[in-house]
């Protein structure tokens, strides 16, 4: 690595120590500030650490639930595309016809042409003159 990346890295890390360090003197005096408010109305010390730990635990899960629902939306962005994408081949099998129905006039619809499964005898969209063994 040549000096200047090196040093780079060393003042990015320099910054981040700094803001660490305001992060965590910011909390502790809440904490303090929290704890002399417990005191002064004699409670037990260990209420004063309430509030900070529910406000970090908040934060986190906060974080976590902001992550889940960008990924969610995300999702649903990607089926939203991938339905569309769909809706042009459903149309292809639109003129298709029900094999079970047997009043269906299936000789006004069979042709031989150039389709999706090369040249064959096709009725709508699929071909049927392949065995299907």
């Known amino acids: 690595m040549s000096q200047t990346r ?3 890295a060393y003042q990015r890390g320099v910054w ?21 408010k417990v005191r002064k109305y004699k409670f037990a010390d260990w209420i004063g650490h309430v509030p ?5 635990i908040g934060s986190v899960t906060a974080i976590l639930f902001g992550g ?8 649903f962005i990607w089926a ?9 081949q459903a149309d292809s099998h639109e003129n298709d016809i029900n094999y079970f129905d047997s009043n269906a ?11 999706d499964q090369g040249y064959g005898l096709y ?3 699929c071909r049927i003159d392949l065995d299907d063994d």
């Open 6 to 8: 090196d040093q780079q």
């Open 16 to 36: 981040a120590a700094c803001k660490w360090v305001r992060l965590k003197d910011a909390i502790m005096r809440w904490d303090h500030h929290c704890v002399s």
């Open 52 to 56: 900070i730990v529910i406000a970090l």
């Open 68 to 75: 889940l629902i960008v990924a969610s939306c995300m999702l």
């Open 80 to 88: 939203i595309v991938f339905i569309l994408q769909q809706v042009d």
């Open 105 to 115: 006039d299936t000789d006004a619809l069979t042709e031989y042409r150039d389709g």
């Open 123 to 125: 009725c709508g969209s």
